[in-house]
């Protein structure tokens, strides 16, 4: 069936407006943060004198040098864990399709249902009573534990896929599971594995509530809780605030933009493969 030309537009200017309404809040938070700081913007408009000092302000304020440094060093300690279990265990379950391998795939699914909301207050008392509350695993076995549900089942999707020639094939050739694995799989699975560690990375940098709540040390949460510390006196200083907010999202919105492609075309896969 061929389309019309006026099919096209109506659907291009649907994606326009459904862009403007997603862009319209960041562009306002992003004016907002100009103004002067101590002000109240009123209506939606650029400030007369943009104060670029805000940003600087900001920074110093949430202490955001040493929350950069902690959220680096908690993406590298989720990320990579996180990557190696869920592709192993999705290759197991996938691929290798070990016995009990739809139970287990049934919890995992069952996992994708719980809100980190809803676990929280059992993680604070569970960390507590081990030791390891306000240390810098506070944050991340917990997250390597959370991820674990929608990374299988992102990395089941690309090996349900695979076709089983292959393995039989290297069976026949003397290779072992191991070598299934190492060499002939986990090659083949680098873009599903690409986007997966994208993701989680921006899911760690974003972390705030677990980040707030089972750490006590401002300096050893996340970049997201930096706007903790416009508690109180920062709270009502909406330029500031917004300023913070700009800084927080610009590491994330530059990943989002580099790695589009391969975000993109990790989902189509997933998408036609699941």
């Not at 290798?96 to 676990?119: E, K, Q």
């Not at 530059?254 to 699941?274: H, N, S, W, Y």
Request: charged share 10%; net charge positive; proline share 6%.
């Amino acid at each position: 069936m061929k389309i019309g030309r006026s099919e096209i537009f109506a659907g291009r200017a649907f994606l326009c407006a459904l862009m403007l309404l997603t862009v319209m809040p960041f562009i306002s938070i992003f004016m907002t943060a100009l103004y002067p700081s101590g002000t109240m913007p009123s209506g939606f408009g650029w400030p007369e004198h943009m104060q670029w000092g805000n940003f600087v302000e900001a920074f110093k304020v949430a202490n955001m040098a040493k929350l950069l440094a902690s959220s680096v060093f908690i993406v590298i300690e989720v990320v990579p864990i996180a990557l190696v279990i869920s592709t192993m265990a999705a290759f197991a379950i996938g691929l290798l399709r070990i016995p009990g391998s739809r139970a287990l795939l049934a919890l995992f699914v069952l996992g994708l249902t719980l809100p980190f909301a809803g676990i929280i207050v059992p993680l604070y008392y569970l960390e507590r009573r081990i030791g390891i509350y306000n240390t810098p695993l506070a944050i991340g076995l917990p997250l390597i534990g959370l991820y674990m549900p929608f990374a299988v089942f992102w990395m089941r999707a690309h090996f349900v896929g695979m076709s089983t020639e292959i393995s039989e094939a290297a069976r026949l050739d003397g290779a072992t599971t191991w070598d299934l694995f190492w060499r002939i799989h986990l090659p083949l699975a680098r873009a599903p594995i690409s986007s997966l560690g994208i993701l989680m990375s921006v899911w760690t940098w974003n972390q705030f509530l677990i980040a707030l709540v089972l750490v006590e040390d401002p300096s050893r949460r996340t970049m997201a809780g930096a706007l903790g510390a416009f508690q109180g006196h920062y709270a009502t200083n909406v330029p500031l605030l917004c300023a913070g907010t700009i800084l927080i999202l610009v590491p994330t919105l530059l990943i989002f933009i580099l790695f589009q492609r391969q975000i993109i075309a990790a989902l189509l896969q997933g998408a036609v493969k699941g």
